[in-house]
């Protein structure tokens, strides 16, 4: 019997009324307990103790997103450009402050639901799809329950919501639930089930976090591809469930028009555009988080390349977690691979296992890697092979599921011969231990391989390489144990000394709880594990999120002007909450421009770059002399780690936001115009603000410009109006970032074309006379996705309604 969400509802014989069947409603929110209290035992610090992610990833998005709905509140529209990090970049295309174009989130908004706590519902989401999409391959409802929690427990998924990567658990959280809805639209064809993967598929893309995504869609259609070639569905009617197929995920498509619409348009000017913009080092930068086939070994072995943070001394350039999935589930998964080995869905997971694995490994074996790369739509533009292993970790549930289920059916008296071999086995085992641990010559063996971890001192070098063996023996015995236990309750199963059904469920809790103990140091690693704690109370993560003595003082100054948050305060994103533009800050996806000019002048280290830039202000976290700056303040500066005492310099001679330039220069590349700005040319001739430096093949290069007055300025977040006067042509520069492809200016109404100046910077030429010159950021491009996102909804939600009130009958059943 197939069983799936509908299932729970079925047609009463007067006028097809929907009514709720007593029985499978009682047993879903059984279903949803049992996964509740999973997540509060393992999240338990995240759930009873207000404890949230301290990491840059998490901190990233709380400031910038409480600043843009600030500025959302205040303009009454949806901003797409935010003017407080480095010197300003969009939002949306970037990738930033989506949470406002997820339908879901307005449904819920009422609830005032914090992040953590949606994550961790998106969680539960997850484990009910993938107990929906077992049980309607009718797996028993224990075996399936099962699947769903090894889903939740991947650690994986725990270090995304422990280390702030939200989007991607969120995104990663409907992948099985895309797999439950393809399958029953293949299967049965109904224009209802088109609807329902359209709106999930949609629902998943508008989480925005594409390589998962990716993932989740590959995995679908080739779904999609072995149950269509399966010999179960007549082909005269896979041409119709084809196109019903087509039909849900370009509504899919359509619902994400709004993010995806302009952040492909900024993908060629941000820094992951240029990092995969093709030759070697874009390669190199995609395969950066290879796995390599040894460290595949942490599926049984938690601790063997250590378990992230100092001690982790594997291939990747870093990690917070291993990729584990535990002996026993493990040992369950290839028994359900076995009992479905005849069947094409045991075939499509053992595709699809190796498929992962095999682009997981990306450089330390690039055949498959590569064809995917070259070959593959948006492939090449992600970064991490390894997350890949998303695929695996899915088909390892469900497999794993499947074993249960298998064990629930077997007859006790066959395993007699499995065990006796896994006994075996398992003395073996316990044999190659000893051996190793006699006289220390696993521990010496393992020493030799540690690299040096990147520590200060003698001590603490020693005491890594201690807590790496420490881990690597832990494991082991942890393996050992756990292998001991599933015999051993196999055993008194089979012996009759507790029920055979009994031993199977509690075979089944010893694999959770493995799960759940891997996941638990993630949430909460030990003081002995050398690694830092990613969560933080919720209190004192709140002062980094409110105005304090430095960004009080700096709010209350003449604007437009922007800070320098020198050194360790270069990455602080809290300025933003209180309207301070800075050209520092932490953004994975700045403009590719602006990365560059960070390389090429040290961070901006040169006071004619921050002058250039507008900068009134210099904060430092320790004093320091310069006959240009001045001391303005001292102050401390809340942040998540706690007070940082600040210096705040005022910068004289700062260039103003909007100036004229009375001359342009040309140079041959950025070396020679990095020079320029900060003062090393030797160029007695070239002083600030009396020369804009171009590319030596623009018209402009060379040109003498007539000095103009500026008699007003004004501006948003996403416009500017300057009106000037000059008695010839002038050469107007405003201090903002250059970015063409969405701002565009215009002279009295007219287009003109903005042109690049001092390498980062907007500029016009404008004519003799006053004029007024206006900089507009084009929402073009956006208000279209929107457009296109609300249409699409609205179609898949009529496919939904039509085929539940016309009887679902897209094509017939088979």
């Known amino acids: 019997m197939r069983v799936g969400l509908f299932s729970f509802f079925h047609n009463d014989d007067f006028g097809g009324v929907v009514v709720l069947k007593k029985n499978g409603v009682l047993s879903f929110l059984l279903v949803c307990a049992g996964y509740i209290l999973l997540l509060a035992v393992v999240y338990y610090p995240v759930v009873f103790q207000a404890m949230v992610p301290a990491a840059p990833d998490a901190l990233v998005p709380a400031a910038l997103d409480t600043a843009l709905q600030q500025l959302q509140h205040a303009s009454g529209r949806y901003p797409l450009w935010q003017p407080w990090v480095f010197s300003g970049m969009p939002t949306v295309e970037a990738f930033s402050y989506l949470s406002g174009l997820y339908f879901p989130n307005s449904a819920i908004a009422f609830l005032h639901l914090d992040g953590m706590l949606l994550q961790l519902i998106h969680l539960l989401f997850g484990g009910v799809g993938m107990y929906l999409f077992l049980r309607h391959q009718s797996a028993a409802a224990a075996a399936a329950w099962f699947g769903g929690a090894v889903f939740m427990l991947n650690p994986a998924l725990t270090a995304m919501l422990v280390h702030g990567h939200g989007s991607q658990l969120m995104t990663a959280a409907y992948l099985p639930w895309l797999l439950w809805a393809a399958m029953r639209l293949m299967e049965r064809g109904r224009l209802q089930d088109a609807g329902m993967l359209a709106i999930l598929a949609g629902f998943q893309l508008q989480r925005s976090h594409v390589q998962i995504a990716w993932y989740s869609w590959l995995f679908m259609l080739l779904l999609v591809l072995f149950l269509s070639f399966s010999g179960r569905i007549p082909l005269r009617r896979l041409a119709a469930r084809w196109g019903l197929l087509a039909v849900a995920l370009g509504c899919a498509l359509l619902m994400s028009a709004a993010i995806w619409l302009p952040a492909s348009g900024y993908a060629p000017w941000s820094v992951r555009g240029m990092a995969s913009g093709g030759g070697g080092s874009a390669w190199e930068y995609a395969t950066l988080w290879s796995m390599h086939p040894i460290e595949f070994s942490t599926l049984l072995l938690p601790g063997i390349f250590g378990f992230g943070g100092i001690t982790y001394w594997g291939f990747m350039p870093f990690t917070d977690f291993p990729h584990y999935t535990g002996v026993i589930v493990l040992l369950l998964a290839f028994l359900g691979g076995w009992s479905l080995r005849r069947e094409a869905l045991g075939r499509l997971f053992l595709f699809v296992a190796l498929l ?12 498959v890697f590569d064809l995917f790369y070259h070959a593959a739509p948006f492939f090449s533009r992600f970064r991490v092979p390894s997350m890949a292993l998303i695929m695996f970790s899915t088909v390892a549930a469900a497999l794993a599921a499947h074993g249960a289920g298998a064990l629930f059916r077997v007859c006790p008296e066959t395993l007699h011969k499995p065990l006796r071999w896994a006994s075996l086995a398992f003395a073996l085992l316990l044999v190659v231990m000893l051996m190793l641990g006699a006289g220390g010559v696993g521990e010496n063996f393992f020493r030799s391989l540690f690299p040096p971890p990147s520590a200060g001192s003698f001590d603490l070098v020693w005491m890594v390489n201690r807590v790496r063996w420490e881990l690597i023996e832990g494991a082991a015995l942890l393996f050992a144990l756990f292998l001991a236990i599933a015999a051993g309750l196999l055993w008194l199963g089979i012996k009759k000394l507790i029920p055979f059904h009994f031993a199977i469920h509690l075979l089944l809790a010893v694999a959770l709880a493995d799960l759940a103990f891997c996941s638990m140091q993630i949430v909460s690693p030990p003081p002995s594990s050398l690694r830092s704690a990613s969560l933080v109370n919720r209190e004192s993560f709140r002062p980094a999120l409110q105005p304090d003595a430095v960004t009080s003082w700096l709010a209350r100054q003449e604007k437009p002007m922007r800070i320098y948050p020198a050194g360790p305060l270069f990455s602080e994103n809290k300025f933003a909450i209180s309207g301070i533009e800075s050209v520092g800050g932490y953004h994975p996806a700045k403009l590719a421009r602006y990365e560059q000019f960070l390389a090429g002048t040290r961070n901006l280290a040169s006071l004619g770059v921050l002058k250039c830039l507008n900068v009134g202000f210099v904060l430092t976290a320790a004093p320091v002399e310069h006959p240009s700056l001045t001391l303005v303040k001292t102050g401390d500066l809340q942040r ?24 342009a220069v040309g140079v041959a590349d950025d070396g020679e115009l990095f020079r320029l700005l900060e003062g090393q040319g030797g160029e007695e001739s070239v002083r600030s603000g009396e020369a804009v430096f171009v590319d030596e093949s623009s018209p402009l290069a060379g040109k003498t410009f007539s000095p103009a007055i500026i008699m007003k300025s004004e501006r948003d977040s996403e416009s500017a109006l300057i009106e000037l006067s000059a008695a010839g042509e002038a050469l107007l520069v405003q201090s903002e970032i250059f970015y ?10 007219h287009p003109v074309a903005v042109e690049r100046l001092n390498g980062l910077l907007r500029g016009v030429v404008v004519p003799a006379g006053t004029h007024r010159v206006r900089f507009v950021y084009d929402r073009s491009s956006f208000e279209t996705g929107r457009m296109l996102s609300f249409a699409g909804f609205g179609a898949a939600l009529l496919m939904l309604v039509a085929g539940v009130f016309t009887g679902g009958r897209g094509s017939e059943e088979n």
Do not use: N
């Open 640 to 663: 998540i780690g706690g007070p940082q005492k600040t210096w705040i310099y005022r910068l004289e001679g700062t260039m103003p936001r909007v100036w004229s330039a009375g001359r």
């Open 740 to 749: 063409p492809l969405r701002w565009k200016a215009d002279i009295d109404g």
């Open 356 to 367: 992962s694995v095999l682009l997981s490994f990306g450089r330390f074996f690039s055949p």
